[in-house]
């Protein structure tokens, strides 16, 4: 029996971002995670990214979608950090892909990840995905080519290499580009033709 492995997909074209603009503003950093409220998702410590950012002076914004059973911890966590203005929770919502589209950097911090189709979902709306290593998204990222793999939880690392994006503009629109094209790889239609020719070569 031959086996093979087929990586699930996305309608790339859905996330392809029609007013692409290239590289970030230089007035704010605007991030965005998504991901269920739950533990492995880790999504408390965005916070501590946020603040390190914001104490090197930068201005951050990052939107948070998703919903679960950590929600109000991390809620709490935000107030009682004074981020309200920095940090907002969006909830699930419907239209992701118009928040990635006014985003330009998703940011992971899942300490285990199997796969994940919202890294294909970001890149394919050309941002650059800076990652805590979650052992399953190994496959996902091509360091300094779609992203970057963080391999400590280390707020102060995450911060470095996002503002590394954030300030150097050729650096972005080129990681930003081939994220573009690397998700084309996990188009749905890929995805059906090479899932037909299994089929085809088991029945033969």
């Keep these: ?16 971002n029609p007013s692409k603009k290239g590289s970030p503003n230089k007035t704010v ?21 946020v603040k390190s950012l914001i104490a090197k002076n930068y201005k951050v914004y ?11 911890v991390i809620r709490e966590s935000i107030i009682e950090n004074n981020l309200e203005d920095s940090i907002k929770l969006l909830g699930r919502i ?5 928040k990635l589209f006014n985003s330009d950097i998703y940011l992971h911090t899942a300490y285990y990840e199997p796969f994940g189709l919202v890294f294909i979902e970001a890149m ?6 800076v990652t805590l290593d979650g052992k399953g998204n190994r496959d996902l990222i091509e360091e300094g080519k779609n992203g970057y793999m963080i391999y400590n939880q280390d707020p102060e690392i995450f911060a470095q290499k996002i503002i590394s994006l954030f300030e150097n503009t050729n650096k972005y629109d080129e990681m930003s580009n081939y994220c573009v094209e690397y998700a084309k790889k996990y188009d749905i239609k890929e995805y059906v033709t090479k899932l037909l020719a299994h089929y085809q070569q088991s029945l033969n």
């Design 1 to 16: 029996i031959n086996h093979s492995i087929i990586p699930n997909a996305i309608d790339v074209k859905k996330f392809l």
């Design 29 to 49: 950093i605007r991030l965005i995670n998504i991901g269920s409220f739950q533990d492995k998702k880790n999504q408390i410590f965005l916070i501590q990214i």
């Design 62 to 72: 990052l939107e948070i979608i998703g919903d679960g059973k950590n929600e109000q």
């Design 94 to 98: 419907f239209d992701v892909e118009q």
């Design 124 to 129: 394919a709306s050309g941002l650059p995905v």
